[in-house]
Structures are given as C-alpha cells and as structure tokens.
C-alpha cells in the first residue's frame, strides 16, 4: 500500500529540515514532502475506490498481534483532504513567515504526521500516540507568534487538550482490560454493547474526543483557542484537526459500536448549532465570529451522522473544511493590510460565506439540502425547522464581518484561487454524489471491515 | 415537494434579510433636538443590538469569561453529568 | 487542578499522567505473577504465571509521552512569565466573550 510510506516521509522530512541554513530550501522542501504525500495517499485512495479496503502490516506482525494501517474509503476521502488543505497552508505561508522559519515548518509537517496517522491506523493505541503527536506540534504552532493572546490561547488549550487526551486513555486502558485487545477489528468481534461496562467505557472515549472537538457543553475554550493563533494556524486547527477528529468520533460510532441511529448525539448537535449560532451575533471580533461560526457547521456535520444521513454528513464535512480554510485564509490577507484590502480575497471571502449560508448554486448549499431533505424524508420536521432557521442566523452574523472592510486595489494569492476552484469544483454535485453514496457503503459495513483486516 | 416548498421559503427569507441589512445614505445636515446634534447609531448595529437583547443572550456570553478555572470547572461537571445520563438511558 | 498558579496545573498535570501509567501497569495484573522474562528454561512457567506484557509497551510510550507534554507545557509557562510578568491564572483572561 503506498499511503504507508507517506507518514515516514513526512517525519523525516520534518526532522531533516532542522539542519539547513537557506529559507528557500526548508520552503521547498516541506512543500515538496507534503505534496509528494498527497500523490501517494492520492493514488492509494483511488485504487481503494475501486477495490475495497487496503491493509499494510508494519513489520509483518499479522494484525490482529501486531499494528496495522487501513485504508478504507472514509479514512481515504479524508486523508487526501487534510493533505491538500495542509498543502494550501503551506504555500500560504511561504510569503507569511519570515523569522523562526524552520520551527514553523518542522511543526507544521509534524502535525500534519500526526493527523495523516490518525487516519490511517487501524489500532487505537496507534490512534492515541499520534493523537498526541499532532496535539503537541499545534501547541507549539499556536502559540508560534509569541504574543500575549497566542501564549494564552496555546495554555489554555495545553490544559483542555491534554485532559482530554489522558480521559481517552483512561477509557482505551479499562476497555484493554475488558476486551484484551488492541485492534480496531478485533474489538467489533469482541465487544458487547448490551453490557454496561462495555458500554460506559465506549461512553467515556467518545466524550473524550467530544471536548476536545468542542460540541455543546465544552465548546467555551475553542473561540479563545482560535481567536488567539495566526491565521493559517487557525485554518489548519479548523480544518484538519477539525476533520480528523469528526474522523475518529465517526469511526467510534459506526464501526466499533455500531450505534447509526443515537439521539442524544443528535440533541447536542443541534444545542452546539444553535448556541454557538446565537453566541456568533455579539462578537465583535471577527476571527471570534469565524470561531462560532466554524462550531455552528460542527453542529450541522454531527446532526447529519447521528440522524443515519452518511453520505449528506460527508459531503458537508469535505465542503466545511475546504471552505472554513479559505475563510481563515483570505481574513489572513485581509487583515495583512488593514487599509487595502485585495480584492480577490474579499470575492474569495464572499464566496465561501455565500456558500456556508445556502445560496445555490454553490456546494455547501446542495449538502446541506440534502441534510434538510434527508431529515424531512425521516420524519424529524423540528430538527428540520431548526437546520432552516440557523441557516438565516448564519447568513447575519457572517454579514456583520461584512460591513467591517472596504474595498481596495488587487494582488493575487495562489492557495486562494485553487481553494476557490476547488468550492466551485465540489457544487457539481451528482459527481460527490457517486463517490459519498459509495463512502456511505462502505462505512456502514462494520463486519466487513473486521473480515478484511483480520484475513489470515 | 414539501421540501422544496420549504427550501424556497427558506431562499426567500435569506433574500429578504440579505436586502434589508443594506445601509442607507445618511443625510448632510444632521438634525437638532435642545439645540445640539442628534447622533445616529448605523441601522445595522441597532438592528444586532435589538436582536441580542431579544434573545437575552448577554447572559449566555457570560458563560465563557476569559478565566481558565471556570473553563475547566464547566467541563468537568457537564462531563459527569453526560456520563450519568448516557449510562441509566 | 482548579488552582490560580500555572505551575500547579502543570504539576497536576503530570501527576495525572502518571496516575493513569500506573492504571495501565495494574490492569496487566494476573495473581501470583512473576515478571514476563522468559528464558528457556523457565518457558512453561512463562506461559501459565507471568504478567501481562503487552501494558507495560504501552506504558513506555506514554511515559516518553507525557514527558514531552510537560516539558512544552513548563517552557510555556515561562514564556508567559516573561510576557505577563505573572503566574495567575485570572490575569491570564485576556479573550473572552
């Protein structure tokens, strides 16, 4: 399997970088690293596409003693999403960091490691190493520029993050000692959800990762924790650790536990859209609008997925990363220059508010219609109603940013224009439909994933 | 067809306040009241202003004070108190 | 965990990481264990007594791993020793709402 080599390219590039001297050359070559690791997970998720689910025995340890890396269509779907949003990151801040040029690089190609590993592995003690991987590198990115509000922003998420991660270990050390096995697959065939402890500890790891993805009642560090980081840090936080993280929970609810249906996930979906929704029309900051705003769309992905709408609850997860990086980035211009601003990063802007609201023909606008009518079809006419109103709300407090800037003279940014073809390239819509119905397919199989992996 | 007519009632709606936040010219001679000028607030921030007190939302913007403890503190007991009614339900 | 200086929350930090490595090792317990070594001569015994190996790996790992979040968690400290000139936690609310 080639997506297997893309986790050691990217350590090694990231610790070779340290020993050049020349900018340019620790430019290129994390650029070169992270694009030549989309080209493999690129080409892997395609030959996954077309022939099932792919395993690579590290060291040859047959799974389920040893560790094994998986590549099933969702971990595909999302590792070449997190890897093309990483690479926009890159060539964003190429022209951004101009001292400390090698510490932002080894960090940023650390975490980006760490999240690709998440993905991929299919062993939760794996999981919870490069958890912890990709945490550590964006405590360092986040408090990168040496403020006040960045050092602040970098504790407090030091403290939340790392609570979160120990209660996840807590939660893998007791279902250790329930189940006696490490493997993602051998857990399906081992574990009993009408038992209570089972079914506790489960509880235990999956709120784990809910503070540290900042749903209802834990979402009051996240706009503190983004309003205080640089802008394509806060894009990357936003989009990737974001998707990787939806990912883990995801993988939690539909293959381990095989819960498709849960109401209380549903109930605090719809509590996270609505609060931070109304909590986004007061701020007066506009990365704190960002913030709410980007906790809204969490609301809508997670209603999605625990009302059994798969295929909606993807489409908008890839529509919500790609769009929430060009936000943070094109506020990244635009607050570069506070007097003249671009004017392809306010179209830019435009484009990816205009599409998060609903307007047609864009493509957030088609998930999220498609989330409307799926959840008409079930029968939840209130959750429906409710996905309608804050629709309006979203369109008010993104158009509060709106009147904060004026116009002013042109300059071009390359990441900005591909994100844009990209948003523009996702409203095709019966193309995604295709692919995220076969997503769907193959999430929703959680023996076949246990057979594929355990194969003598 | 009882989605589309809601997604259309939807579009209109967002239409509809999408126009109306639009700011108007304001007039060159601002107007009198006891002798000195009247200041006028910008109709979109009276517009916000109306609508968050409405919805009584300053007390929910008090939840999250800048203070690490409190954060914590919040976390903590929702964590037990979702822990307790996931496991009895 | 809910005190006012930074420093007692990393403190409280690292003593929880290492509450939960010592879960980990107690979960590997089988009664009347010896250490998992195996030699061969004493293989048969390896097989029905010895203690779990496979927690004290993970511990490993965890161990490496909470030393480094402590170590980056103290050099934060300090930075924000020398920005804010003081250890507070309430000074420390500078983004709210």
Redesign the interface.
Known sequence: MLAAYAIPILICTAFIIPIFKNQKIIKTLAILAIFISLCLVFLSSVDVFYSGIKTFAVSGWKPPFGIVLVLDSFSSTIASLILFLTLMIAIFSHKLVKERVKEFYTLLLLAIAGSLGIVITGDIFNMFVFIEIMSIAIYGLISFSLKKEGLEAAFKYLIIGSLSSYLMLIALALLYSQVGTLNIADIINKINLNDNTHKTILFIFLLSFCIKIGMFPFYVWKPDVISGSLEPIAAFFVGVTNATIIYVIIRTLYTIMGIYYSPWLSILAVLTMIIAAFLALLQQDIKRILAYGSISQLGYIFLAFSTGLTFQGVYHLVNNAIIEVLLFLSIGTMLMHKNKIEKISMYAFLLGVLSLIGIPPLSAFFSKFFILTGLLENGMFLYAIVAGLISIITLLYYMKIYFMFKQGEKKIYWPIIILIMAVLLLSFFPVWLQIFKSVEINLLDRYGYMIEVLKP | M??LI??LI??V??II??LS?V?RKTKKSPPYTCGEPMKFEKP?TVF?KT??NI?G??K??K?????????????FI??ML??I???I? | MFKENIIKKVIALSILANGINVLIIIIGYRSGGIPPIATPTNLNEFFTTAVDPLPQALVLTSIVIAVSVTAFALMLCYRIFKKFKTLDIKKLSTLKG
């Open positions: 009882i989605q809601a997604y939807i579009i709606l967002t306040f999408f936040i700011p979109e916000y609508l968050s919805l939302l300053k929910l913007q939840l999250s004070t800048g203070n690490l403890n409190d954060y914590l503190l919040m976390i929702c964590f979702l822990l009614i996931l496991v339900i």
